[in-house]
């Protein structure tokens, strides 16, 4: 049965919040009564997604911060605790990517990615975790399915998407003691991302497609149903998981024998 307002009194922080998959998540977490600050690299970038929140009736908050910077990250953590009061969710969403061949990858082009995604994960949440402690909370890392296989020209990510799956497990076991899920979810393709638009062509997607168990590419209202799902009561028993969220793709990847 559907439940409304799952996040009620709650505040969640997004970095990445602004766009694509985290705007989706931003808008559902709002749907469902909870505050919401977002953080990226750009104001521009998330004044709009800022706007739309409001428009539905809760408080919301946009800061620019480089995740890759532990003191504009500190000042963004505690900017969002002066304007919304608590911090009960984060989403670690920020990312960057591009498609390389290891062979013609900078050593600051892969450090660059790391930085960003793992790094930037480990930041934010050192920065949230004494706001999280106070009464307790869910931390989402967002990753991907990239580390399952070998996939060509995503060294960078797929190293860094790995690194953080493995800290989520790692502080699922030291925050679950502090009253803290901490859990990811590892999104497919989903349509209309700039993820999407920058990395693939229509052949990949038409592949992925063809390839995807449930026939299709996701959509940014999946990742953002699972988002929900891990940050609510819903799922209290729940810590230290990656959920996948393809429709099996990955899974597929392999060639069936013969075929
Ligand atoms: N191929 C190979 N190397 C690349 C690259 C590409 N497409 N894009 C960036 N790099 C390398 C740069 O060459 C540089 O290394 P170098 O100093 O050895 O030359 C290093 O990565 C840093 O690049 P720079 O552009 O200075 O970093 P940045 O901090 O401004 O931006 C990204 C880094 C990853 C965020 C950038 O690619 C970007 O802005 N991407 C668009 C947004 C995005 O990634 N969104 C996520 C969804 S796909």
Same mark, same amino acid.
């Given at each position: 049965?559907?439940?409304?307002?799952?996040?009620?009194?709650? *505040? &969640?922080?997004?970095?990445?919040?602004?766009?694509?998959?985290?705007?989706?998540?931003?808008?559902?977490?709002? &749907?469902?009564?909870?505050?919401?600050?977002?953080?990226?690299? $750009?104001?521009?970038?998330?004044?709009?997604?800022?706007?739309?929140?409001? &428009?539905?009736?809760?408080?919301?908050?946009? @800061?620019?911060?480089?995740?890759?910077?532990?003191?504009?990250?500190?000042?963004?953590?505690?900017?969002?605790?002066?304007?919304?009061?608590?911090?009960? #969710?984060?989403?670690?969403?920020? !990312?960057?990517?591009?498609?390389?061949?290891?062979?013609?990858?900078?050593?600051?082009?892969?450090?660059?990615?790391?930085?960003?995604?793992? @790094?930037?994960?480990?930041? *934010?949440?050192?920065?949230?975790?004494?706001?999280?402690?106070?009464?307790?909370?869910? *931390?989402?890392?967002?990753?991907?399915?990239?580390?399952?296989?070998?996939?060509?020209?995503?060294?960078? !990510? &797929? !190293?860094? $998407?790995?690194?953080?799956?493995?800290?989520?497990?790692?502080?699922?076991?030291?925050?679950?003691?502090?009253?803290?899920?901490?859990?990811? #979810?590892?999104?497919?393709?989903?349509?209309?991302?700039?993820?999407?638009?920058?990395?693939?062509?229509? $052949?990949?997607?038409?592949?992925?497609?063809?390839?995807?168990?449930?026939?299709?590419?996701?959509?940014?209202?999946?990742?953002?149903?699972?988002?929900?799902?891990?940050?609510?009561?819903?799922?209290?028993?729940?810590?230290?998981?990656?959920?996948?969220?393809?429709?099996?793709?990955?899974?597929?990847?392999?060639?069936?024998?013969?075929?």
């Amino acid at each position: 049965m559907f439940q409304p307002d799952l996040l009620k009194n709650t *505040v &969640a922080l997004i970095t990445g919040g602004g766009t694509g998959i985290c705007r989706g998540i931003a808008l559902a977490f709002a &749907a469902h009564g909870c505050d919401v600050a977002i953080t990226s690299r $750009k104001i521009e970038h998330l004044e709009p997604t800022r706007d739309e929140l409001r &428009a539905r009736g809760v408080r919301a908050f946009a @800061k620019a911060a480089d995740v890759r910077d532990p003191a504009a990250v500190n000042d963004a953590v505690a900017a969002v605790v002066t304007e919304l009061g608590r911090i009960d #969710i984060l989403v670690n969403g920020a !990312a960057g990517n591009f498609i390389c061949l290891a062979e013609h990858l900078s050593p600051n082009g892969f450090g660059t990615v790391v930085d960003i995604d793992l @790094k930037g994960t480990f930041n *934010v949440s050192k920065a949230a975790l004494p706001h999280l402690k106070a009464r307790g909370g869910s *931390v989402i890392n967002i990753s991907a399915t990239l580390p399952y296989l070998g996939t060509m020209g995503q060294s960078h !990510a &797929a !190293a860094a $998407k790995a690194g953080i799956d493995s800290l989520t497990r790692t502080l699922a076991c030291e925050w679950g003691p502090l009253g803290i899920r901490v859990n990811g #979810i590892a999104p497919g393709p989903i349509e209309g991302t700039e993820g999407v638009t920058r990395l693939t062509n229509e $052949k990949s997607r038409a592949g992925a497609i063809a390839q995807c168990p449930l026939g299709r590419l996701g959509t940014v209202d999946d990742i953002a149903n699972a988002s929900l799902y891990l940050a609510s009561g819903a799922a209290s028993y729940v810590n230290g998981v990656t959920l996948v969220v393809d429709g099996g793709l990955w899974l597929r990847s392999a060639r069936i024998l013969g075929e």
